[in-house]
């Protein structure tokens, strides 16, 4: 009977449905939509991703970070042009990459010409496509690539069924599911969210270029302002968020340079108290390298991980804590030696005459004159102070 209870219990496991994760992807494809692929790749894993496509086209770049996100995600992965929409140009990359394809009748892939057609990125796209359409067994490959490219051939559902391109036909999710076995699973969709639209702002060439022209001044104004402003910090935030766009620094240098000096900035706001404007740029640029971070890998918050974060923001609280108040320190004034020494009293260690003589005070020997004769030995108040000369007078006797 226990083998029995084992057996049908694996059997319930087995049947079980699979985990499906759903994003779609519709607009232009940038790095918001990187990060939504992304995102949704490490949800899916040892399930089935479905990515749903709606799009003319985009950036080479996103288009080629997506594809890699989708052949590198150890889960089953599916795209779908449902009714109405299109995979075009670079979106078209990111239908082929997937292992299953399927298209709603009227839906069109191809056209994938880069715009300006420069010989090297056109030759770059044509092996990719064709790369990808030999992974999933199309004849005459290279070929159809290069009318894809070079000749912007747009190709239809029926076209795309017939050549082997696509799977079959599907006109919903469902009958995606359904021709997947996966009737009864439970789908699990990937909303766009704010991150989506910040990455895709701040990843967008056109603001890249924007960041590189604003940073270069921000830069060029520190060098000619009189000590720091922290201009110069946050125009080389913006040089790091261009020059990634631009693909000549990779995303782990640029989050880590940010944490640098945002954490820089930090340190100087608490060794000068105060809401200014270090402190602001130092918090915005440590949130950035955050985002950028979570970008690179979406990740999830454990028990374990919030603890230990808690942990290092109530440190982190206690160092700030007693840097400010050290800083604070520092900068109180340090009492003259007529405050620090007026109203205290000594003892004469030698005769005190209007000529001088030698008094202990607080500890100390100092030269002191009198406008009486101090007997030595007399207890003395300091009454003034001439350089590093006392001026003392006698204690009446009591």
Known sequence: MLVALLLASAALLLAQPSK????????????????????????????????VLNSYGGYLGSADRIVEEILMCRCRTVAWVPPGAKAASAATLVAIAAQKLYLSRGAVLGAAKPSPPDEKV?????????????????????????????????????????????????????EVLNREGLSGAVVKPVEPDLLRDVYSLIFNPMVAIAFLLLGALLLALEFQVTGFQGWGVVGAALLLLALYTFNVVGLSLVAALLAVLG??????????????????SGAALLVLALLLAYYSSPFA??????????????????????????????????????????????????????????????????????????????????????????????????
């Open 122 to 174: 056109m030759e770059y796209v044509s092996s990719r496509i064709a790369s990808l359409l030999e992974r999933r067994g199309v004849a005459n490959a290279t070929e159809l690539a290069r009318e894809m490219v070079y000749e912007a051939k747009a190709i239809t559902a029926d076209e795309a069924v017939e050549l082997g391109i696509a799977d079959s036909f599907a006109e919903s999710l469902e």
């Open 301 to 398: 918050l454990t028990t374990s991980a919030t603890a230990v974060l808690a942990a290092v923001a109530v440190l982190c609280s206690l160092l700030a804590f007693v840097i400010i108040k050290g800083a604070e320190a520092l900068r109180l004034p340090a009492p003259s030696l007529e405050e620090r020494l007026v109203g205290k009293t000594g003892i004469a260690r030698t005769a005190i005459t209007p000529r001088g003589g030698v008094v202990l005070v607080e500890s100390e020997l100092w030269s002191a004159v009198s406008s009486e004769e101090i007997p030595p030995g007399s207890e003395v108040r300091v009454v003034g102070v001439d350089g590093l000369t006392l001026h003392v007078e006698k204690l009446k006797d009591k």
């Open 20 to 51: 499906v994760v759903v994003v779609r992807l519709e607009g232009a494809i940038d790095e918001g939509l990187v990060y939504l692929v992304r995102k949704a790749s490490g949800e899916a894993q040892g399930g089935v991703l479905v990515v």
């Open 263 to 280: 954490t820089a900035l930090l340190v100087l706001e608490f060794l000068e108290p105060g809401v200014q404007v270090f402190g602001v």
